[in-house]
């Protein structure tokens, strides 16, 4: 079984920046698509940004720019640099590993606030 635990979210004035960390239990990370979700009060869960084993990168379209994916495979962690947050980024983030089955985090809160 394979556990994921976010961290680094938080509470964030307009503009600032976070970066949400991702730690998986197993090695097989490394050998896993993993994605970034979130989902806002009342919403849907949505993709924000996925990475491939080999290191593709996807985002939506409204994070764009903004946003940065990355993964370190020796340290079985995945991260997410948020810069020039907005409000309509407070949400749930969840972190999603894909390695035969989906397999995915707690969440943790990220709050855009003033």
């Known amino acids: 079984q394979v556990q994921l635990v976010e961290s680094g979210g938080g509470l964030v004035q307009p503009g600032g920046s976070l970066r949400l960390s991702c730690a998986a239990s197993r090695s097989i990370f490394s050998m896993s698509n993993m994605g970034w979700y979130r989902q806002a009060p009342g919403k849907q869960r949505e993709l924000v940004a996925s990475?491939?084993?080999?290191?593709?990168?996807n985002y939506a379209d409204s994070v764009k720019g903004r946003f940065t994916i990355s993964r370190d495979n020796a340290k079985n962690t995945m991260y997410l640099q948020m810069n020039s947050l907005k409000s309509e980024d407070t949400a749930v983030y969840y972190c999603?590993?894909?390695?035969?089955?989906?397999?995915w985090g707690q969440g943790t809160q990220v709050t855009v606030s003033s």
């Open positions: 999603n590993a894909f390695f035969f089955s989906h397999y």
């Open positions: 990475i491939t084993n080999g290191g593709t990168t």
